[in-house]
């Protein structure tokens, strides 16, 4: 039995429309696919792609997964559905996003890379301060890697994701 593809975003604009035949991917990514390219979305329609929610059992565990690893902070909340789904059906990622890949790895799921060369070796993070150099407590939620992360309350300053030493 050959394992699920699950596609991340970066596959649904990139890969040719017949690649994505069969492919798991999350609802949310309709909007995604949507903002970054909408002439490609009627295509992606045509094709029998696996339109699909994680259990919520899923998404805790993805959540806890994420958590642990430092990866929490830097994931939207469709890269933690996504995540999710892997888990769920043991399949296999397609994404370019590294920290989807750094939780793959983290668990021992396949993934590939889509364009990008892809990482190399497992990293655990942790949010820290730029200034007075704080450990800080990530959030409890998913948030755009683009969105700030807060400020220090020892100090004020701009915080900032981080390998842990």
């Known amino acids: 039995m050959s394992r699920a593809n699950i596609l991340d975003t970066s596959a649904l604009i990139n890969w040719p429309i017949d690649a994505l035949e069969g492919g798991f991917v999350v609802n949310s990514q309709r909007s995604e696919v949507e903002r970054i390219a909408p002439e490609r979305m009627l ?24 958590r642990n690893t430092g990866d929490l902070d830097g994931l939207s909340e469709t ?21 989807l890949q750094n939780l793959c790895s983290s668990v021992g799921i396949r993934w590939s890379s889509v364009e990008s060369e ?16 704080t450990v800080a407590v990530g959030s409890e939620k998913t948030r755009p890697a683009s969105e700030e992360l807060g400020r220090c309350v020892e100090c004020g300053s701009e915080l900032r994701s981080v390998k842990k030493k």
């Open 79 to 99: 890269d933690l559905h996504l995540f999710a789904l892997a888990i769920e059906l043991e399949g296999h990622m397609h994404t370019d996003d590294y920290r």
């Open 118 to 133: 892809g990482i190399s070796e497992v990293w655990n993070w942790e949010i820290r301060c730029r200034g007075c150099g």
């Open 43 to 66: 295509s992606i329609e045509a094709v029998r792609v696996n339109w699909s929610s994680p259990s919520p059992k899923s998404v805790q565990e993805s959540t806890i997964i994420a």
